[in-house]
């Protein structure tokens, strides 16, 4: 049976399209994350009612807005009150931009944890495997690891002040992502 050229140039238009959706599903599959996106998928510069349509009921108003926040150009205006890493308890806190009212930073934070160093290197480890290898930066000493991704900046903190009467704590803090710099890199 004769059929119109038309008909072929179609199935062979329909067949190409097929095999390049076809080819093309592994590369979608291992696209990297999305630029411009942290932390559970949340993007940068979001409102807030934008993170709590993303996170639902799991995140809650902040009334106390954090102290050291009031008098800079960002405010804590959600929380989620208790997020569990690594077996302990933690707060993360949504920073927003006073300027632009958009999402400029998440932080994770446990405060007085019983073993500092033991929960710094399980949370290390952790993040290592999914996100590599941590830079390292000069002079920031042992308790500090950063991850310098495409899609964010994660910088985990262990600080302990308890010898001089003050809290200890460990922070996770995920960033937009930039560029780390050093004083090397002056030179």
């Known amino acids: 049976m004769n059929r119109p050229p038309v008909f072929h140039f179609t199935a062979s ?15 979608i599959q291992a696209s990297p994350p999305q630029p411009g ?10 409102s807030e009612a934008e993170v709590i349509r993303i996170l639902g009921n799991e995140v809650v108003k902040n009334p106390e807005f954090g102290p050291e926040f009031n008098k800079s150009n960002n405010y804590i205006p959600l929380k989620i ?6 077996g302990e308890p933690f707060i993360v806190y949504f920073v927003f ?3 632009t009212s958009g999402l400029a930073a998440i932080r994770m934070q446990k405060y007085n944890p019983a073993d500092i160093i033991r929960l710094f290197d399980s949370l290390e480890r952790l993040l290592t495997g999914k996100y590599g290898q941590p830079e390292r930066i000069p002079g920031t000493g042992p308790r500090k690891a950063v991850w310098n991704l495409q899609e964010m900046l994660i910088t985990l903190v262990a600080t302990d002040h308890s010898s001089i009467g003050l ?8 960033n937009p992502p930039r560029t780390i710099r050093s004083d090397t890199d002056k030179l």
Not at 14 to 24: A, E, K, P, V
Not at 81 to 86: D, E, G, K, R
């Open 97 to 99: 931009d006073r300027r």
């Open 167 to 174: 809290s200890k704590d460990i922070c996770i803090w995920y």
């Open 13 to 27: 238009i329909m067949t190409l399209i097929c095999c390049l959706l076809f080819c093309s599903i592994p590369y």
């Open 37 to 46: 996106r942290g932390w559970r998928g949340i993007p940068w510069g979001a």
């Open 81 to 86: 009150p208790q997020y569990t890493l690594s």
